[in-house]
């Protein structure tokens, strides 16, 4: 038998028959076998006690004639194959036997028995338990093996520990697991003890003798208490501590259990931390000692009464029973009052007599204890110079802040403080000494003249330069302004006043909005919002109120009243100055008359000496104007005048706004076309421009000046005596009054290089004969002052009519052609219009030059303003014209008629002029060669045209003549042959041969033409039709050659094409030869 396990029984069975009718004593008996051949009689049998087989039952008797039943059990100890012998003796065999033997005992039957037993297949799924991380002591951990049978029989399982470090429970403990299937146990693990645990659990089996085993691997760690004072920070922190005899200062702290187990915990400081000196720790707990349950948290009280002041720096260890505990920081500062003073000498610097300073003393507090302070003596050599005045004589100063205390300190008399202490008393045994130094002076002020733009807010300033107010240049009735920065830099408030010493204005006039302040007119929103621009505004509702700039003109007159030419006015001329502050004036600055100014503004601040402001100012311009609409650039237009019209006058009114009477001097000048002069240069001798007027008794300045004078000026013109001129070329415009001036336009003659069209300038030199220099007012005048200019325009206008050309122009076009036998004259007219653009009456006469011709033979048109009307004018081409033009071989010459016999003739100077033109053309053809062949060929053919050119002259009635240009073109004809070259080659004599040529007209002309024959007609006739016949222009005629050979000679010759008009000839060569031979003969 096979498959069983080993230790596993097997029960076959199997019966015997007693075949005889005695009963049978028997037995068994277990052999293995000795010999190989267990087939065999012989086979040796020994009695075996070890088999793993038995019979059952083992002995016995067979009943007779009756079936007994065995069972064979077998029962092996050890997997393996298992071979044995089972032999039945049978006793009480009957005596008389076959053999005739008797016998006590007979090997009856022999029963084979084989078994093959297989080994156990058992496994645990795992063969280990590795607990991973750690596990807390007390806690369960729960796993789950499974036994795998992968063996024949059933397995009885029984669980054996060996450790007792590690308790385990084993659900369920005893089972039995079949032949192949499987069963999961769970196993509780649980430890008492912290620490790395390792052991094994024995899993027996049934029926095998070695057990397995569960390898078990696990760490355990006791419960793990934390101190949890501040999320924040992990320490215990007390913080500054006013250290004090049997001061204590009181924190919490909690234990955390962090597991589920209850924790034996004890407090206390670590033992290093504990001063040696005191011998006890300085911490008291509220509790010491303790047991805390699970994940329980228990809060503590410390109270620290600290022995002495220090940083502290302790730990609190919390120690955990079998567990894991913890450690907490603390930190505190337990300090003393400390106070000392920032700054231990204050530098009040620059200060004034009389104007307190403030300042201020900061005492710093350098620990977290709070102390008083109180003021309480000033000592030192210099205490008599000034006062110290504090807010406040005692105060606290408070832990770790600094605390600031003001005071005034106003200095007495100007003295230099460098020893003045104050002693401040800090609690009860400290003292802090202040030092206090100064430097006292009394009123500083600085004058400054700074520009507009440069203007700067700050207060002090350095003596750079002398203060003067320079205006520079500016123009008449122009305000100026300039700014005076009075700068204090001194503490002393006090007072100023300015006041200029000669050109004073008038102070009694108050001055219009915002005149003082410096740029003023940017700073006032003049205008209304959006939403009055359709109201009144004040201006309209009040009939006497006046726009700004009437305001400051009114203002600017009053000013300038004095008659002195110019003005300066100080705004504001007096005020108060603050200490350390800017006071910025307002320094105007207006003139009506030219000159260069010199004056002084008087400064007075206070007590101080007065300082002496400079002020220069230069006014250029005039205060002279002219009443026109356009007095920015005045303009006098006179307009167009015919030539020789009378002389036209405008009268101009001249304003004197200045103070003084003012003499002009006319000059004239004429604005020329492409004048390329740069520079004039002028001499004046003695006095340029002197007084007119016997009557007038003026200065004599001419001591003054060089009596000689070269003026170098940038050329604007020519000075010319008309077109223009002024009466009285000399005047006088009064002081604040007017003069009027009359302007003359003269059109009578002057066209010259304007061509009519004047823009010219008139130049008033302007002279005082009123005014004498002084060191505060310099005067120039005459050519050093630049003049009053005005601008004068006029045209005079030539009459002349527009004259245009209706289609085709003013050229004629004609072919030479046109001229034929019956045709001796040919005439080509136009069209011309006159229209009369003017505004004046035209009268005038056309005249032509032959060959151009007028077809109206009016003697004269008169023509009114805007009328237009058509003239025909014509190009006569004749017979007698061209034979004029070719019998002439110039290139350009002249034509006119000779008055007698009324024929055109060459000239040296003519009315018409005639010019050759001569070119070459290029025409392309193609010519067809006697053997058939085709060739292109290029012929330069000549062509001739004559250019005449006249004009048509129309005479007014006041002498002008007006010139029309005219042109005649006339084409000649020309023509050429094609080919020029004709050969007959070899010909049958008495036959006639025929060739074909081209004759061509490439001209826009027609022509006529003849041929002619030059050459032999002895050995051969020559033949040409047509001999003669007329073209058109662009036009060609194919004639036909004939050839007759008379011998056997070469015959040559030439046949010439003349072209009419002009002559043009052109050659035609002919070759043939004459032959016998009648294979020569050509069929037609």
């Not at 029926?207 to 006791?222: D, H, I, Q, T, Y």
């Not at 337990?334 to 403030?358: A, R, T």
């Amino acid at each position: 038998s096979s498959g069983i396990n080993a230790e596993w029984p097997l029960r076959p069975g199997f019966i015997l028959r007693n075949c005889v009718n005695v009963p049978l004593h028997y037995n068994w008996e277990m052999c293995k076998v000795l010999t190989e051949e267990t087939k065999s009689d012989k086979v040796l049998l020994m009695g075996d006690e070890i088999s793993p087989f038995k019979i059952s039952p083992n002995i016995g008797i067979l009943q007779p004639a009756s079936e007994t039943s065995f069972s064979v059990i077998c029962n092996p100890l050890k997997a393996g194959k298992y071979d044995n012998v089972a032999r039945l003796w049978v006793d009480d065999i009957p005596s008389l036997l076959p053999s005739g033997l008797v016998l006590e005992q007979y090997d009856a039957q022999r029963l084979t028995l084989s078994h093959l037993a297989q080994p156990h297949r058992i496994k645990l799924d795992p063969p280990a338990l590795v607990i991973p991380g750690e596990s807390v002591v007390g806690y369960t951990i729960n796993k789950t093996v499974k036994i795998v049978n992968d063996s024949l029989s059933s397995a009885a399982v029984t669980w054996k520990c060996t450790n007792d470090t590690l308790k385990f429970s084993i659900r369920p403990e005893t089972f039995t697991v079949g032949g192949g299937g499987s069963r999961t146990v769970e196993i509780d693990i649980e430890s008492d003890a912290a620490g790395d645990k390792e052991t094994h659990i024995l899993c027996y089996f049934e029926n095998v003798e070695k057990p397995a085993s569960l390898f078990v691997k696990a760490k355990f760690r006791g419960p793990r208490v934390t101190i949890d004072a501040n999320h924040d920070d992990p320490a215990l922190d007390f913080g500054y501590i006013h250290f004090k005899p049997g001061c204590s200062v009181q924190r919490q702290f909690d234990l955390y259990n962090n597991d589920g187990v209850p924790a034996n915990w004890t407090l206390e400081e670590m033992e290093h931390c504990i001063d040696k000196e005191y011998g006890q720790s300085e911490f008291q707990f509220s509790e010491s000692s303790g047991t805390v349950g699970p994940f329980e948290v228990r809060h503590i009280h410390v109270i620290f009464k600290p022995h002495f002041p220090r940083s502290l720096k302790s730990v609190i260890e919390c120690k955990i029973e079998s567990g894991t505990g913890s450690k907490i920081r603390v930190v505190g500062e337990i300090q003393e009052p400390n106070v000392v003073l920032k700054q231990s000498i204050i530098d009040l610097g620059v200060i004034y007599v009389g104007v307190p300073v403030k300042s201020s003393v900061l005492f710093e507090s350098l620990n977290f204890a709070d102390c008083n302070y109180c003021i309480s003596q000033v000592e030192g050599k210099d205490k008599a110079f000034g006062v110290i005045e504090f807010e406040g004589l005692e105060g606290t100063i408070y832990a770790g802040a600094v605390h600031q205390l003001g005071f005034k300190y106003t200095g007495r008399e100007p003295a230099v403080i460098d020893d003045y202490t104050v002693a401040i008393q800090i609690g009860e045994n400290k003292v802090l000494a202040l030092g206090i130094k100064a430097v006292v002076k009394g009123l500083d002020v600085i004058h400054e003249t700074p520009a507009l733009d440069q203007i700067a807010p700050e207060t002090k300033a350095e003596r750079l330069e002398a203060p003067f107010l320079d205006f520079g240049t500016v123009e008449i009735l122009n305000p100026a302004t300039r700014v005076l920065k009075i700068i204090n830099n001194s503490n002393i408030a006090t007072h100023f006043n300015l006041e200029v010493v000669h050109f004073k204005g008038n102070m009694s006039v108050p001055p219009p909005p915002l005149i003082g302040l410096p740029g003023t007119q940017f700073t006032e929103n003049t205008y209304r919002p959006a939403s009055h621009l359709l109201t009144k505004s004040a201006l309209l509702l009040d009939p006497t109120s006046k726009s700004r700039r009437q305001q400051d003109n009114d203002y600017w007159k009053k000013q300038l009243c004095n008659n002195k030419g110019a003005c300066f006015t100080a705004t504001p001329s007096s005020g108060y100055l603050p200490g350390n502050g800017v006071t910025i004036v307002t320094v105007h600055g207006n003139s009506d008359m030219w000159g260069q100014y010199h004056d002084m503004l008087v400064s007075k601040v206070g007590d101080m000496e007065p300082v002496m402001v400079p002020i220069k100012m230069c006014v250029e311009n005039s205060p002279l104007y002219y009443k026109l609409s356009n007095n920015n650039k005045p303009t006098v237009r006179f307009g167009c005048y015919p030539l020789n019209e009378k002389p036209v006058s405008r009268t101009v009114q001249i304003s004197n706004q200045g103070p003084l009477d003012i003499r002009l001097d006319w000059d004239t000048f004429n604005i020329m076309p492409k004048d390329d002069t740069l520079l004039d240069l002028d001499l004046y001798v003695g006095d340029a421009f002197p007084n007119k007027d016997p009557s007038k008794s003026c200065p004599d300045k001419t001591a003054d000046n060089d009596f000689i004078r070269f003026v170098v000026s940038p050329h604007e013109g020519q000075r010319s005596a008309g077109p223009f001129r002024f009466e009285p070329d000399q005047c006088t415009v009064p002081a604040r009054g007017t003069s009027k001036v009359t302007l003359v336009f003269d059109p009578t003659g002057y066209v010259g290089g304007c061509d009519g069209n004047f823009k010219s300038f008139a130049l008033a030199y302007q002279s005082l004969d009123t005014h004498m220099d002084n060191d505060k007012c310099k005067r120039l005048e005459g050519e050093n002052v630049p003049p009053l200019r005005i601008m004068i325009t006029g045209k005079v206008e030539v009459p002349e009519v527009v004259v245009t050309a209706e289609e085709h122009g003013f050229t004629f076009k004609l072919m030479a052609g046109m001229i034929k036998a019956n045709v001796k004259e040919h005439t080509k007219i136009h069209k011309m219009s006159l229209l009369n653009s003017s505004k004046l009456h035209l009268k005038f006469s056309v005249a032509a030059c032959p060959p151009f011709t007028l077809l109206d033979k009016k003697d004269s048109y008169t023509l009114i303003p805007r009328q237009k009307i058509k003239v025909d004018h014509g190009f006569v081409l004749s017979e007698k014209l061209l034979q004029v033009l070719l019998g002439s071989s110039k290139q350009c010459f002249k034509l006119d008629i000779d008055p007698e016999s009324g024929e055109f003739q060459t000239v040296d100077e003519g009315p018409v002029e005639v010019n050759v033109e001569e070119k070459m053309l290029c025409k392309t053809h193609e010519v067809k060669q006697a053997n058939g062949s085709v060739e292109t060929v290029v012929q330069q053919v000549p062509e001739k045209k004559f250019h005449l050119h006249s004009h048509i002259k129309l005479h007014y009635h006041n002498g002008h003549v007006q010139s029309i240009p005219v042109h005649g073109r006339i084409v000649l004809p020309t023509l050429y042959i094609s080919p020029q070259a004709v050969d007959f080659g070899t010909c049958l004599v008495d036959q006639t041969s025929q060739l074909t040529v081209r004759l061509i007209n490439p001209s826009n002309s027609p022509l006529r033409w003849r041929a002619e024959y030059h050459g032999d007609e002895v050995a051969g006739e020559y033949n040409i039709s047509p001999g003669k016949g007329e073209f058109m222009m662009s036009d060609s005629a194919l004639l036909s050659l004939s050839f007759t050979a008379k011998s056997r000679a070469t015959s040559t010759g030439v046949y010439s094409f003349v072209s009419s008009p002009g002559n043009r000839v052109v050659q035609l060569t002919l070759t043939g030869k004459g032959s016998h031979d009648e294979r020569m003969q050509r069929l037609l």
